[in-house]
């Protein structure tokens, strides 16, 4: 079983609405989460992290964490053309020292 | 600027023929990575070091070798090259004090083995 599972998609949503990016993890005792933008040929860039059940906001993203469900996911309020990359969720799993990668979601924002 | 830097960009190479691929980071983290991404496999890490001196396997080091003499530096060695490494090939650091461990990325390098 992976330890990261996400849709690879692609999604596809119309410019100004909310994009929602899921991920699952295997690992129970999972303690720290992230989600990474990735554009076409760059780096992973760290968007957002997340410790605690619950709601995370910054800015335009929310991180949403539900430990019980061993779920986590992205939100995307107001989405814009420039959001258009691909999505990674990470999870660092109990007891281990790195992180590890969901193979993504494509999300393309319609103009 | 913190960065992490890698080279080359990009590079092809024959099979067989011993190459390295640099890792520089400024930040003095102590936790850096290699990673390798291919279509439909995602991010998987190569080898990773906690500190200098310290150097771990990932999930996929065949064919690879690292060193960490120095805190800064890690390069990726591919002793005898296969097609099989054709990849795009990324290192990241981080600080590993607890907290946030979201790494930080270099550019990443696109080999090519033929």
């Known amino acids: 079983q992976k330890e990261v599972e996400q849709n690879s998609g692609p999604l596809s949503v119309p410019e100004g609405a909310i994009a929602s990016l899921n991920c699952t993890y295997s690992d129970r005792g999972s303690q720290s989460f992230f989600w990474y933008r990735q554009y076409s040929g760059k780096s992973p860039e760290l968007i957002m992290f997340?410790?605690?059940?619950g709601d995370k906001e910054d800015g335009r993203f929310t991180a949403q964490l539900n430990k019980a469900s061993q779920y986590v996911s992205l939100l995307i309020r107001d989405s814009q053309p420039s959001d258009s990359a691909t999505y990674l969720c990470a999870v660092i799993t109990a007891g281990a020292n790195n992180l590890f990668f969901g193979t993504g979601t494509r999300l393309t924002v319609i103009p | 600027e913190a960065q992490v830097t890698q080279n080359p960009r990009y590079l092809i190479t024959v099979t067989g023929k011993k190459l390295t691929v640099t890792c520089s980071q400024n930040?003095?983290?102590?936790?850096m990575s290699w990673y390798r991404q291919d279509p439909g496999l995602g991010l998987r890490q190569i080898y990773y070091s906690m500190n200098v001196e310290v150097t771990d396997k990932g999930d996929v080091p065949e064919g690879y070798k690292v060193s960490r003499k120095e805190k800064r530096n890690f390069p990726l060695i591919l002793e005898s090259p296969s097609p099989n490494q054709t990849s795009l090939y990324f290192c990241a650091s981080s600080t590993w004090t607890g907290g946030n461990y979201g790494y930080t990325f270099g550019s990443g390098t696109r080999l090519t083995v033929v």
């Open positions: 930040m003095n983290h102590e936790y």
């Open positions: 997340i410790y605690s059940n």
